[in-house]
């Protein structure tokens, strides 16, 4: 087999990578340091009583400069199921600790390289061919997709252009059990000129291509920007949503009081779609200390479990 295949398409920024530095962080998550944790296993941990209606996770990233073993620790402490936006060379660790992947990455070119410009469909055929194989070996379902950016397109000729390119990993894709699932991004906000930014737009791509294994990544903090009526949404078309992401908004912080988003309810409106796969938690904790991002990841999965 080649090289595995990393990443090229998750989000980076600053922001992003201020999270949990240093010894002490890992003392005050009440995790080992690296150090400790090459000398002794890590200690038994016992997680929260949950409802166990919804399947929680988090995303890799929003915890960046933890070591993915550490991430995996505090999961099982505060009742996490799954590590989402976690590419091949995170599986085995995941695997150790008993972990989900609940969204594989790394197919992908970058978030604005996507399907929607025929130009890539050929690179992104082989990738995408590649990955699905390596996450159907791994006992993984779910592989993230982009449209990529709008450029000069119409909603008609983007749509055409994803469809087309698509379908032509889509057989392999359903015949190795792995559903394509393409994230709906702001395009106000953070992802300007990106193309699958409303959900009816990616709605209209899943009735055009119509297929069992191909859905949508529903990102409520996007969604709350580009178009809100978040429930209503969750209601009428839920059929469509194969995940789920959280954000506060504005900000992108924590999923609490401080923000416009009434997380409980739109929880609720989850659990009672009858939805059956993960909702993760994507924010950035505002805090720079250790401990209080690791309280915000707990609190928001509390927050989430009705």
């Not at 912080?253 to 009858?274: F, K, M, T, V, W």
Request: charged share 20%; with cysteine.
């Amino acid at each position: 087999m080649t090289e595995t295949i990393r990443s090229a398409g998750l989000p980076h920024s600053p922001g992003r990578r201020r999270l949990l530095q240093g010894a002490a962080g890992m003392v005050a998550l009440g995790v080992a340091s690296p150090g400790a944790a090459q000398q002794a296993s890590p200690a038994p941990t016992t997680a929260p009583a949950l409802k166990g209606n919804i399947n929680h996770s988090v995303a890799r990233w929003t915890f960046g400069d933890l070591s993915l073993p550490d991430l995996c620790r505090l999961g099982q402490q505060i009742g996490l199921q799954a590590i989402d936006l976690c590419g091949p060379d995170d599986w085995a660790v995941l695997k150790e600790h008993g972990l989900d992947s609940s969204m594989c990455n790394g197919a992908e070119i970058s978030l604005e390289d996507g399907w929607a410009n025929p130009a890539h469909h050929d690179a992104l055929e082989q990738r995408y061919l590649d990955h699905i194989r390596l996450v159907a070996d791994a006992g993984y379902r779910n592989l993230i997709c982009f449209s990529g950016n709008r450029g000069s397109l119409s909603d008609e000729e983007g749509l055409a252009n994803c469809a087309l390119g698509l379908q032509r990993i889509l057989p392999a894709a359903q015949q190795a059990g792995v559903t394509l699932v393409m994230e709906l991004l702001n395009s106000k906000v953070d992802h300007p000129d990106y193309m699958c930014d409303r959900s009816p737009w990616g709605i209209a791509l899943c009735q055009r291509l119509d297929a069992p294994n191909f859905g949508l990544l529903y990102d409520i903090y996007h969604m709350q920007i580009m178009e809100g009526d978040v429930i209503r949404t969750i209601n009428d078309h839920n059929r469509w949503f194969v995940h789920y992401h959280t954000a506060g908004n504005p900000g992108r912080h924590e999923i609490d009081e401080s923000q416009e988003l009434n997380y409980p309810a739109i929880c609720r409106a989850i659990r009672d779609s009858g939805f059956s796969g993960y909702l993760a938690q994507e924010f950035m904790p505002s805090s720079t200390d250790p401990g209080q991002a690791a309280e915000a990841l707990r609190q928001a999965v509390l927050i989430c479990d009705v």
